[in-house]
């Protein structure tokens, strides 16, 4: 079990073993939805196929310009649900 502290601004970090636990990345949403207990279930949210889904598909995962080709390759693994 990992235990997370709420800031002052009432947010909270998720810890990297949580993340990839979710398979969750920089730019990707989460759905929370309460249950019957007094919980929240966090879940990856699915992807819809808008502009918003391709943003911050690079963040954390290159320290170097990409080539458009780079680009264009990773936008067509994001539209086939590759990535």
Do not use: C, H, Y
Request: glycine share 12%.
């Amino acid at each position: 079990m990992t235990t997370l502290t709420i800031t002052a601004k009432g947010q909270i970090t998720l810890k990297k073993d949580l993340l990839a636990a979710l398979g969750l990345r920089p730019g990707d949403k989460v759905v929370a939805e309460p249950n019957e207990t007094g919980g929240v279930v966090l879940t990856k949210a699915p992807k819809t196929g808008s502009w918003e889904d391709v943003f911050g598909m690079f963040a954390g995962r290159v320290d170097r310009p990409v080539t458009i080709e780079e680009m264009n390759e990773t936008i067509a693994k994001g539209w086939a649900g590759e990535l």
